[in-house]
T-cell receptor, first 115, second 113 residues
Framework: AQKITQTQPGMFVQEKEAVTLDCTYD???????LFWYKQPSSGEMIFLIY??????QNATEGRYSLNFQKARKSANLVISASQLGDSAMYFC????????????FGPGTRLSVLP | KAGVTQTPRYLIKTRGQQVTLSCSPI?????VSWYQQTPGQGLQFLFE???????NKGNFPGRFSGRQFSNSRSEMNVSTLELGDSALYLC????????????FGQGTRLTVV
């Protein structure tokens, strides 16, 4: 079974500062992908960043980077230079690469960016 | 190119009724999966379709069903609605089932009264 844990129900960050959202995972799959999605109040899930379990380097996408520590089973999201528009729910998710694997999502972290 | 389109965006139904939700994936995407999001349970996987075949199913009662058409559009149906079925239903589209990213629609917000 796969499980995602996000221990921060809510986070506050000052505009233009960096923030780290925590994510730990548990899986017995040898190969898997880790994802972060952003969900604004409109409801749509917006893909942010992906990290494959065999990727040697941490993934980066613009202001987003994923701090992947495989031995610790953690995949923290780092947002640099926070903007007011970053205020949203953030979900960490994983997906095994076996046949028909679905996403397993964490409970989410609500990020509020303060002006 | 167009994103994932879910219709309708909002629905209000009465207990005992049935409802059908629609999802049009990104053009060329063959995998469509459905998720239910509630404040209490979070995001839970319902089922996944790939090339018109259900390949995976979550732990939901048989009242929840779905299908996928030859153009990859998918529908999910919930029969005999219960108050607890009130949720945001999200559809995700992938090029292949094992592909990396999945792209989500804006969801259908179902309220059962």
């Amino acid at each position: 079974a796969q499980k995602i844990t996000q221990t921060q129900p809510g986070m506050f960050v000052q505009e233009k500062e960096a923030v780290t959202l925590d994510c730990t995972y548990d899986t017995s799959d040898p190969s898997y992908g880790l994802f972060w999605y952003k969900q604004p109040s409109s409801g749509e899930m917006i893909f942010l960043i992906y990290q494959g379990s065999y990727d040697q380097q941490n993934a980066t996408e613009g202001r987003y980077s994923l701090n992947f520590q495989k031995a610790r089973k953690s995949a923290n999201l780092v947002i640099s230079a926070s903007q007011l528009g970053d205020s949203a729910m953030y979900f960490c998710a994983m997906r095994g690469y076996n046949y028909g694997q679905n996403f397993v999502f964490g409970p989410g972290t609500r990020l509020s960016v303060l002006p | 190119k167009a994103g994932v389109t879910q219709t309708p965006r909002y629905l209000i139904k009465t207990r005992g009724q049935q409802v059908t939700l629609s999802c049009s994936p990104i053009s060329g995407h063959r995998s469509v999966s459905w998720y239910q999001q509630t404040p209490g349970q979070g995001l839970q996987f319902l089922f996944e379709y790939f090339s018109e075949t259900q390949r995976n199913k979550g732990n939901f009662p048989g009242r929840f069903s779905g299908r996928q058409f030859s153009n990859s559009r998918s529908e999910m149906n919930v029969s005999t609605l219960e108050l607890g079925d009130s949720a945001l239903y999200l559809c995700a589209s992938s090029l292949l089932s094992e592909n990396t990213e999945a792209f989500f629609g804006q969801g259908t917000r179902l309220t059962v009264v």
